[in-house]
């Protein structure tokens, strides 16, 4: 019986260290400790103590899914000036799913921190998508009711956003759409698109595009279609008219 106590003595005080390293390591110390804690503990773990008054993330996720919901489209509105509701619809839908909030997750080392029960342990919860995901947005939903909104954005500014930035959910955008939006709204003229380049085998070809507006280069893109590098290039594009208004 000892022997099991002092197990348990070790784990928590191991499980109390990961929980300080993660404040550390994203800058945000919680007033609440137990909100943090919460968005960490499955419903498997509960189950398993329940002579011990905890709460599972189950709540925490609900709420941190409309937070992850509000904040990424204020960010996508204000990012992204031509693009359509429908377009904009697909994009956050493209961050906000399973696979990409378990690659989050996973960024961060949440795995190691949930506490789960034995049951759900022996069968791999702590590397299931679906869980991973769960914890996600409790963490964000625990963040946003210890520290509010701003930090909320603050976090995503480290993990999501540059991400976005980086064209990592490009697959489901059409930039070729919001620039042809763009250049008509304001008139400028007219953009075309040429292949300037083919390379590599039949197989495994890499094609290099440009486009330009009345005869001028507005950006150079590469892709394994030529689609997708007209893609590329528009979103160079984009880039370019978009930091040459933040001049102006």
Same mark, same amino acid.
């Given at each position: 019986?000892?022997k099991?106590?002092?197990?348990?003595?070790?784990? =928590?005080?191991?499980?109390e260290?990961?929980?300080?390293?993660?404040?550390?390591?994203?800058?945000?110390?919680?007033?609440?400790?137990? !909100?943090?804690?919460?968005?960490?503990?499955?419903?498997?773990?509960? =189950?398993?103590?329940?002579?011990?008054?905890?709460?599972?993330?189950?709540?925490l996720?609900?709420?941190g899914?409309?937070?992850?919901?509000?904040?990424?489209?204020?960010?996508?509105?204000?990012?992204y000036?031509?693009?359509?509701? *429908?377009?904009?619809?697909?994009?956050?839908?493209?961050?906000?799913c399973?696979?990409?909030?378990?690659?989050?997750?996973?960024?961060l080392?949440?795995?190691?921190?949930?506490?789960? *029960?034995?049951?759900?342990?022996?069968?791999?919860?702590?590397?299931?998508?679906?869980?991973?995901?769960?914890?996600f947005?409790?963490?964000?939903?625990?963040?946003?009711?210890?520290?509010?909104?701003? @930090? @909320?954005? &603050?976090? !995503?500014?480290? @993990?999501?956003f540059?991400?976005?930035?980086?064209?990592?959910?490009?697959?489901v955008?059409d930039f070729?759409?919001?620039?042809?939006?763009?250049? &008509?709204?304001?008139?400028?003229?007219?953009?075309?698109?040429?292949?300037?380049?083919?390379?590599g085998?039949?197989h495994?070809?890499e094609?290099?595009?440009?486009?330009?507006?009345?005869?001028?280069?507005?950006?150079?893109?590469t892709?394994?279609?030529?689609?997708?590098?007209? &893609?590329?290039?528009?979103?160079?594009?984009?880039?370019? !008219?978009?930091?040459?208004?933040?001049?102006?």
């Amino acid at each position: 019986m000892r022997k099991n106590w002092k197990e348990k003595e070790i784990n =928590n005080r191991a499980n109390e260290k990961q929980f300080k390293e993660l404040q550390n390591s994203i800058g945000v110390i919680f007033e609440n400790e137990k !909100l943090l804690k919460q968005a960490f503990t499955h419903s498997s773990y509960v =189950n398993e103590h329940r002579r011990k008054p905890f709460e599972d993330n189950e709540r925490l996720e609900f709420l941190g899914d409309a937070v992850l919901e509000l904040t990424i489209s204020q960010f996508l509105f204000k990012k992204y000036p031509t693009m359509t509701e *429908g377009e904009l619809t697909k994009l956050r839908a493209a961050i906000v799913c399973e696979p990409s909030l378990v690659a989050f997750a996973n960024e961060l080392h949440f795995g190691k921190l949930i506490l789960l *029960g034995k049951g759900e342990e022996m069968t791999g919860g702590r590397e299931r998508p679906a869980l991973l995901a769960d914890v996600f947005e409790a963490f964000i939903g625990a963040l946003y009711l210890d520290k509010g909104i701003e @930090v @909320v954005i &603050q976090f !995503l500014e480290k @993990v999501v956003f540059p991400k976005i930035d980086a064209g990592a959910f490009s697959h489901v955008m059409d930039f070729k759409s919001q620039l042809q939006e763009l250049i &008509q709204r304001d008139g400028s003229g007219m953009i075309e698109y040429c292949v300037l380049q083919e390379k590599g085998p039949a197989h495994n070809k890499e094609f290099v595009s440009k486009v330009t507006l009345n005869g001028d280069e507005l950006g150079v893109g590469t892709g394994r279609s030529k689609k997708e590098a007209e &893609q590329h290039a528009a979103q160079m594009a984009l880039q370019m !008219l978009k930091n040459e208004s933040a001049q102006n």
